[in-house]
């Protein structure tokens, strides 16, 4: 082993920095474990063919959730632990050893920027395709310092790439034995491939972002212009490169029979589990690729889980079951003192069709804390999304603070000349909110980006113009991230107030002196002569 070897011999000023680098990432003493059970004791290095079995992707037949499914993608997986091992690993006459190991390991998982990381997952997606016999519009300069890259990339080498990135995750997360197979879903990422063919290519405003044929889909994504893109949309899509090699390390140092008796959850996962709700696994790690937060993991969980199909208790809302209003939102959302992640869908007719066929689409918005029941904007931060057909991120712009507002009528009657907007709004200010629910939940106004200064400008929905669109609500949904703590405050919340509601309910008639003074001959005397002046005591 690199440890033990190290102790018998002079440790080299290469090896000693490759330690140190790895030892910054936490990973050195799983290195270690690793190089001492997959190298040979006689030769002390790793056979090429038992390092790439080691980043071998085990899985069964992909389930695509979409129609538009590439033939060469399973056989693309099956190329994805070489072209790892053949990228970074140096071999030598007697396989690789403790210093080719850590250098590999440092090459491909060290601490680097996010444009550096999105590099390095660029070569290993071009070397996988040319290993499958496929031709690359990537072009790399293999001695420079940082990896240059030239060239350009199709919509469905995309939508190639973002499957092998989901790949990983997805037998990093559900799988727990490096010989258990498990039914790999593909998720419908068709919203985050049209995201970057808007931002990277040429299209014009005809383009049908509903009607969009992805894998014929015949325009050129410059190499530049994506990873500004991946910066800007999806940062954290390069980690399942880091995420997946550590997690096949550990899976190489497991006992046989802890691994024997690992189960994969991922057999829960079907296509048709979560079509129904908003929420699916696609869009769900859509949002989860923004910026590093402490809700990621939150939505991975989703994305990952069985629970998604609508049992989950991450669910708090959702209007076609719990019914639709302001009233119905708040009894399910009160009390929930964590993040949310507010799901709106809405149908809107085209104006561009002469049909004026409805178009449905769907945005979102997160935020960081629970509702509150207040007439003014409040809240510590938050994002916006539009999600379908189309994928964009809207961080705050940290000009202003006007990041949710939910008002409910005054429980008081006070009589008000200007009484504030009832209903469920983010951005924007007090009656030019960006978006607003209203209380029926049967209208959705969304303004233009002008109007709000909280979060960063652009169009939520397609052919967004100036002027103000309102559409019909078609579904609201409420998920909560704030994990089982914030659910567990809920439920007692909840119980409290049920105890306090039954309590106002019971009248105890002993503590009515005389019946004169009782509710019963008060209702009787008014409904005898309800106009009859009664005197009053003073």
């Known amino acids: 082993m690199g440890a033990s070897s190290s102790t018998e011999q002079p440790v080299s000023a290469e090896q000693r920095e490759l330690e140190n680098i790895a030892a910054s990432t936490g990973a050195l003493p799983l290195l270690q474990k690793s190089f001492s059970n997959l190298s040979d004791p006689q030769t002390n290095a790793i056979s090429i063919q038992a390092l790439q079995q080691c980043f071998h992707l085990c899985y069964e037949d992909p389930v695509c959730e979409s129609q538009q499914k590439p033939e060469s993608f399973p056989r693309l997986l099956d190329h994805l632990g070489s072209s790892i091992v053949d990228l970074f690993f140096l071999s030598e006459k007697g396989g690789i050893n403790w210093l080719g190991f850590l250098g590999g390991y440092v090459k491909c998982c060290g601490r680097m920027s996010t444009s550096m990381s999105l590099n390095i997952l660029l070569r290993i997606f071009a070397m ?22 030239n060239g350009s990339l199709v919509p469905s080498d995309l939508l190639l790439l973002l499957w092998m990135c989901w790949a990983m995750l997805w037998n990093v997360r559900t799988l727990k034995s490096s010989e258990r197979k498990g039914n790999l879903l593909l998720p419908d990422i068709n919203h985050l491939v049209l995201s970057a063919v808007v931002a990277c290519a040429e299209v014009d405003s005809s383009f049908d972002l509903w009607n969009c044929d992805i894998v014929g889909l015949d325009v050129q994504l410059p190499v530049g212009k994506f990873l500004n893109w991946a910066i800007t949309t999806a940062p954290t899509l390069s980690d399942c490169l880091t995420q997946y090699v550590n997690r096949r390390l550990q899976i190489s140092v497991l006992a046989e029979d802890e691994a024997g008796s690992s189960e994969s959850i991922s057999g829960d996962m079907s296509p048709n589990a979560s079509q129904a709700l908003l929420l699916t696994c696609g869009r769900a790690w859509a949002i989860s690729l923004a910026p590093r937060s402490t809700i990621t993991e939150e939505i991975l969980k989703l994305c990952f889980s069985a629970d998604i199909v609508g049992t989950d208790e991450n669910l708090l809302y959702r209007s076609s079951t719990h019914g639709k209003g302001l009233n119905r939102f708040w009894s399910n959302v009160e009390g929930y003192h964590g993040p949310l992640l507010v799901l709106i869908s809405a149908n809107s007719e085209d104006a561009y069709q002469d049909n004026n066929k409805a178009r449905k689409w769907i945005i979102g918005a997160l935020t960081q804390q629970g509702f509150e029941n207040k007439d003014t904007f409040y809240g510590s931060s938050g994002n916006l999304y539009a999600i379908s057909p189309i994928f964009h991120v809207f961080s705050p712009s940290g000009k202003e603070k006007n990041y949710v507002y939910s008002h409910l009528y005054p429980t008081g009657r006070v009589y008000e000349s200007h009484p504030k907007p009832v209903g469920i709004a983010f951005g924007g200010t007090t009656t030019n909110e960006r978006i607003f629910i209203d209380e029926d939940f049967a209208k959705l106004t969304v303004r233009h980006h002008a109007m709000d200064k909280t979060y960063q400008p652009g169009s939520l929905i397609p052919n967004q113009g100036f002027l103000p ?7 609201v949904e409420v998920w909560g991230l704030g994990g089982k703590t914030a659910k567990e405050v809920q439920d007692s919340y909840k119980k409290r107030e049920e105890l306090f509601t039954e309590q106002r309910r019971k009248v105890d008639l002993k503590t009515f002196a005389t019946w004169d003074d009782s509710p019963e001959k008060m209702m009787i005397d008014m409904m005898g002569d309800p106009n009859r002046v009664q005197r009053e005591d003073r």
């Open 469 to 475: 669109v309102e559409a019909s609500i078609a579904e």
């Open 128 to 149: 996988a395709v040319k290993k499958l016999g496929l031709s690359s519009n990537l072009e790399f300069e293999p001695d420079a310092a940082d990896c240059k890259i």
